[in-house]
């Protein structure tokens, strides 16, 4: 299994490359950290057509981070941090179809 794991600083002006890297080095699990963009505005049709599932959390600005699952859409874990964003916890679940 490889599994990835990177501040990205800004997923929307770093889509292009994130993608042809998803494409490249196919990871199993990708967590991103400091992905710059509200809820709303991560790219989440992008990445299911590059064959990935995602979960995402975070604030505007800063502390958002996502994990990336190949084939599979991740669960979310229901367990809070209230202090922070920072921290997401997932596992496995359905498997991706690009039509979800």
Known sequence: MKIATFNINGINGRLPVLLRWLE????????????????????????????YGAIWQGEKSWNEV????????????????????????AVKSKPLSKAS
């Open 66 to 89: 996502a994990i990336l699952a190949k084939a599979l859409i991740p669960s979310k874990l229901d367990e809070e941090y209230p202090a922070t964003k920072r921290i997401l916890k």
């Open 24 to 51: 490249f080095a196919q990871p199993d699990v990708v967590c991103w950290q400091e992905l710059k963009a509200p809820k709303e505005k991560f790219p989440l049709s992008a990445i299911t057509e590059a064959g």
